[in-house]
């Protein structure tokens, strides 16, 4: 069984890293890890409230970003390939005008997470703006507007993978 298999949001992290969380499964203690780190859950439970939520992250950080045309909780988002959130930008041409939008999606699951885990993931997305691949300066801008932003995404991770395995058990 791969890493992908066994442990599905964790592929790409250090060996050592993933034995700590095997152990942690095995001593059926990664619900009560999580739990304990992230007691809370986030109020942003609507479209609206998420797009207010998004909007307030952006003008805070990214003020001179193009503006977004929507922002949504996506029902049918697969966090394992589409990851945790999406951001769009479709193009048209209108006229002599080149009309742009962009979208930010994110799963339906985070309906549920801890207010640290949207924080995160919003900010993933909001980044999509200024920076589209994955590389150096995308998460250099990640972390200048989230200092723990990476610890936040390994536990987010995580999260998702204690409900997988609580799912499966349950």
């Known amino acids: 069984m791969t890493v992908t298999e066994a442990l599905p949001y964790l592929a790409g992290y250090p060996a050592a890293t993933l034995d700590q969380v095997r152990r942690l499964i095995a001593e059926q203690r990664l619900q009560a890890y999580i739990a304990k780190k992230y007691p809370a859950r986030h109020q942003v439970q609507s479209d609206s409230a998420l797009l207010n939520y998004v909007a307030e992250l952006k003008r805070d950080y990214l003020r001179n970003a193009p503006p977004l045309h929507r922002v949504r909780y996506e ?44 924080e995160m993931i ?37 999260w998702l993978l204690a409900r997988k395995l609580n799912s499966a058990a349950g």
Do not use: T
Request: proline content about 2%; glycine content about 4%.
């Open 122 to 158: 919003v900010v993933h997305e909001l980044a999509h703006i200024r920076e589209a691949d994955h590389d150096k300066r995308f998460y250099d801008l990640c972390e200048h507007m989230l200092p723990d932003y990476h610890q936040r995404e390994f536990d987010a991770r995580l």
């Open 75 to 118: 029902n049918g988002m697969d966090a394992v390939r589409n990851a945790l959130g999406l951001h769009m930008r479709s193009s048209r041409v209108q006229g002599a005008k080149l009309k742009s939008k962009q979208e930010i999606r994110i799963a339906s699951v985070f309906r549920e997470g801890a207010p640290e885990f949207l």
